[in-house]
């Protein structure tokens, strides 16, 4: 069946229209905002110059953007599954094994986030090589 902490965290949602509203549209809003931070990080821009290439680089991709965030939130939600089953079989280890998911989660999403950020700029700017090696200098 469904884990118990798997329910819970489903009541809590379902009861909570805020909640809910916002896992519908923080997806929706936070597409183009998806590659801010490698933009801020590799093109050391600031964060205003950041979000706007951002937006510029997603220009065009939207729904696309939109099915890999969704897809990304599949993922960890079922990493809160396997969570939550661990919990109902193993309670002793979930606070070792919820840090690693957190971090395994936040490495994966930060590596996708700047491979799309590389993508985006190859199909914007084209394959320039060159330019791209000097984003790591």
Not at 8 to 37: H, N
Not at 47 to 52: D, F, G
Not at 71 to 76: A, H, I, S
Not at 83 to 98: E, K, N, Q, S
């Amino acid at each position: 069946g469904i884990p118990a902490a798997g329910l819970v965290t489903f009541g809590i949602i379902a009861d909570s229209p805020i909640i809910f509203v916002g896992l519908v549209l923080a997806p929706l809003i936070a597409v183009p905002f998806l590659v801010a931070v490698p933009a801020a990080a590799l093109e050391r821009k600031g964060v205003s110059s950041a979000l706007a290439r951002s937006i510029e680089l997603s220009r065009g991709s939207y729904w696309r953007l939109l099915g890999l965030l969704l897809l990304m939130g599949v993922v960890y939600v079922a990493i809160v599954v396997v969570m939550g089953a661990t919990v109902d079989v193993i309670v002793g280890i979930i606070l070792p094994f919820t840090l690693a998911a957190v971090l395994a989660y936040g490495t994966f999403a930060a590596v996708l986030a700047a491979v799309v950020y590389l993508e985006l700029r190859r199909v914007k700017e084209g394959p320039g090589a060159e330019g791209m090696a000097t984003l790591f200098d």
